[in-house]
């Protein structure tokens, strides 16, 4: 019977050695990845701080004026362009209504 005890605490020691080898590699490739994980976080934290720096540029009204004017062709309205909407019936003309409803003109217009 102590022959048999002894067999098995050599398995269990065996065991033990197998288990203990599988967690230390275990261990390393786990620390391995939380490095790489956090080189992630870190690549991750200097976009955002590249992207919100760009964005404050972005963002300030003399770039946009810069970028509308160049790249769009936009300016700001010259006072001939402006008008108050008690004029605007001068500027573009009276609306035509022909008394209608819009569905029955284009139920007429159809036929």
Do not use: N
Request: hydrophobic fraction near 40%; charged fraction near 30%; avoid cysteine.
């Amino acid at each position: 019977m102590s022959r048999r005890a002894f067999l098995f605490g050599i398995l269990v020691v065996g065991l033990l050695i197998v288990s203990l080898y599988r967690a230390k590699y275990g261990a390393k490739d786990t620390a391995s990845e939380i490095m790489a994980v956090e080189a992630q976080i870190e690549d991750a934290r200097h976009e955002k701080a590249l992207l919100e720096t760009e964005l404050s540029h972005m963002s300030r009204r003399e770039w946009i004026e810069e970028y509308a004017r160049g790249e769009l062709g936009m300016a700001p309205p010259r006072p001939d362009q402006i008008a108050a909407e008690s004029d605007l019936d001068e500027v573009i003309g009276l609306p035509v209504t022909s008394g209608v409803a819009p569905e029955r003109e284009q139920a007429e217009g159809a036929r």
